[in-house]
């Protein structure tokens, strides 16, 4: 039976550099599989579109039956201590519920059609230890096997003209740009150079049955970060 060769791209710096030096290396690719959250950066959407552009083939865009707002905000539990409560509310570490539902169950899902396949991820030598951690022997993990670190990786995207519009310049990971479990400095980053999207954020504290992150809801870090920019601006003037 052939095996079916399938590239998991998110889109980040790390399966970025994966599948363009696997192309450049002459990799056996049957598909490339993009599992789209919807609460990715706009950035994130232009640069998949200048990647299947660079590379001349087509990704394959999965996405869940239910939205990442829906499921937070307006999913009705059904069993459970906390049967009958609306929205799964906003993800932390011990409940990630986002990366399993509108993730890992998408592609889980996907994958059934195929008998015999080889998955492609793309974790860096740096975090070689999550790779470790699986124990499929149908993964494989190109950029582990090249030596190459998540600044290699970078540095590879930046040298065939990828650049996410600098979202690298404010964030060390591009995923979805509400997750919670950003540190504070890069709230900050959003906060201070993606004002609409910080906006939207707020909404979505409101409406939420859980605060944004234990220590901070949306709207005191609004008020934090408002306060150490005047403090910049007065004590840099």
């Known amino acids: 039976m052939r095996k079916?060769?399938?590239?998991?791209?998110?889109?980040?710096?790390?399966?970025?550099?994966?599948?363009?030096?696997?192309?450049e290396e002459e990799w056996k690719i049957d598909e490339?599989?993009?599992?789209?959250?919807?609460?990715?950066?706009?950035?994130?959407?232009?640069?998949i579109g200048k990647v299947e552009k660079y590379i001349g083939r087509n990704i394959t865009r999965l996405k869940?039956?239910?939205?990442?707002?829906?499921?937070m905000l307006y999913h009705k539990k059904t069993k459970g201590k906390h049967k009958g409560k609306r929205g799964y509310g906003w993800p932390d570490f011990q409940n990630r519920w986002c990366t399993s539902y509108l993730k890992q169950d998408v592609i889980r899902r996907h994958l059934k059609q195929y008998d015999n396949i080889i998955e492609y991820h793309g974790i860096a030598i740096?975090?070689?230890?999550?790779?470790?951690?699986?124990?499929?022997?149908?993964?494989?993990?190109p950029l582990i096997e090249w030596n190459m670190t998540e600044k290699?990786?970078?540095?590879?995207?930046?040298?065939?003209?990828?650049?996410?519009?600098?979202?690298y310049e404010h964030f060390y990971?591009?995923?979805?740009?509400?997750?919670?479990?950003?540190?504070?400095?890069?709230?900050k980053q959003?906060?201070?150079?993606?004002?609409?999207?910080?906006?939207?954020?707020?909404?979505?504290?409101?409406?939420?049955?859980?605060?944004?992150?234990?220590?901070?809801?949306?709207a005191e870090l609004d008020e934090r970060f408002y306060w150490e920019s005047r403090q910049v601006s007065i004590f840099g003037a």
Request: net charge negative.
């Open 4 to 23: 079916l060769h399938v590239v998991s791209f998110s889109g980040g710096k790390d399966s970025t550099a994966m599948l363009l030096k696997m192309i």
């Open 32 to 47: 490339i599989v993009f599992c789209d959250t919807g609460m990715e950066f706009p950035a994130m959407y232009r640069h």
């Open 64 to 71: 869940a039956d239910r939205t990442f707002e829906y499921m």
């Open 126 to 141: 740096d975090e070689a230890h999550r790779a470790e951690k699986n124990k499929h022997k149908t993964t494989r993990y």
């Open 152 to 167: 290699d990786a970078l540095n590879y995207c930046y040298k065939h003209g990828f650049n996410w519009d600098g979202l």
């Open 173 to 187: 990971r591009v995923s979805c740009w509400c997750c919670p479990l950003q540190s504070i400095p890069e709230l």
């Open 190 to 218: 959003l906060y201070t150079h993606f004002p609409k999207l910080w906006e939207k954020l707020k909404d979505m504290d409101e409406e939420a049955w859980n605060q944004f992150r234990p220590d901070y809801s949306v």
